[in-house]
C-alpha cells in the first residue's frame, strides 16, 4: 500500500504557458501532500505543503502566485507552473502522508520532469 | 532552524563492503528517522525508518540512531553496484514536514 501516482511524467512546453501536473494518493487518504522541486544534482527544495480543504503553506521564496496548489480532495493534489519560464524547468516531486501515521512518514511520487523552450 | 547534515560524498566503497553512511540533526525534539534512497533522475524511496535508540535491521540495511548524539547512520551490507545512489537522511517532529538533509552520494565499485 501507499502509492503515490504523477501525472504527466514529463512535460515539454513553450515559455509562457501553464502546466498542471497532478498527484494523487492511489491506495489511501492522504490529508497532507507535499511539493519538492529538485534541479539537477542538487537536494530537494521543500516548495509547499497541501491541506485537503484549505490553502497551501508556501515555503519562503517560492511565490505562490506562481506555483498554485489546489488539493480538492484526500486523493488529489494539482500544482500550476503559470507563465512558465526556462529557469522553471526542473523535476518536480510530489508526496502525501497518511493520517493514520503519525511517524511522518511521506511517500513520494515518481516525480514529473518540466522543460520549458 | 531544524538542520538535518550529511556528508554529500561521493563514499566510494567496493562490492561486498560495508557501506556506512551518516547523519545529524539538530532538533532534539525529533521524533521519528528515515533514510530515502534516490536513484539519478528518479524520486526518493523509502528504506527504512526508526523511531528508539539502537540499531534496527532490514535485510542487508541497519538503521542505528543515537539520540543523545543526535546522530542516525545507515549500514548497508554486502554492498552492490545496485546501492549505487544518493541516500537521503530525513527528520520528523511534531507536525511539521520531513527536514531532509543534501544527501550522500554512495557508489559502489565492482
Known amino acids: 500500500g501507499a502509492v503515490v501516482s504523477q501525472h504527466p511524467s514529463w512535460v515539454i512546453c513553450k515559455s509562457g504557458t501553464s502546466v498542471k501536473i497532478e498527484c494523487r494518493s492511489l491506495d489511501f487518504q492522504a490529508t497532507t501532500m507535499f511539493w519538492y522541486r529538485q534541479f539537477p544534482k542538487q537536494s530537494l527544495m521543500l516548495m509547499a505543503t497541501?491541506?485537503?480543504?484549505?490553502?497551501?503553506?508556501?515555503e519562503q521564496g517560492v511565490e505562490k502566485d506562481k506555483f498554485l496548489i489546489n488539493h480538492a480532495s484526500l486523493t488529489l493534489s494539482t500544482l500550476t507552473v503559470t507563465s512558465a519560464h526556462p529557469e522553471d524547468s526542473s523535476f518536480y516531486i510530489c508526496s502525501a502522508s497518511r493520517p493514520t501515521s503519525g511517524s511522518g512518514e511521506q511517500f513520494f511520487g515518481p516525480g514529473t520532469r518540466l522543460t520549458v523552450l | 532552524q531544524k538542520e538535518v547534515e550529511q556528508n554529500s560524498g561521493p563514499l566510494s566503497v567496493p562490492e561486498g563492503a560495508i557501506a556506512s553512511l551518516n547523519c545529524t540533526y539538530s532538533d532534539r525534539g525529533s521524533q521519528s528517522f528515515f533514510w530515502y534512497r534516490q536513484y539519478s533522475g528518479k524520486s526518493p524511496e523509502l528504506i527504512m525508518f526508526?523511531?528508539?535508540?539502537g540499531d534496527k535491521e532490514d535485510g542487508r540495511f541497519t538503521a542505528q540512531l543515537n539520540k543523545a548524539s543526535q546522530y542516525v547512520s545507515l549500514l548497508i551490507r554486502d554492498s552492490q553496484p545496485s546501492d549505487s545512489a544518493t541516500y537521503l537522511c530525513?527528520?520528523?517532529?511534531?507536525?511539521?514536514?520531513?527536514?531532509f538533509g543534501k544527501g550522500t552520494r554512495l557508489s559502489v565499485i565492482a
Open positions: 526508526i523511531y528508539s535508540n
Open positions: 497541501s491541506n485537503e480543504g484549505s490553502k497551501a503553506t508556501y
Open positions: 530525513a527528520v520528523h517532529s511534531g507536525n511539521t514536514p520531513l527536514v
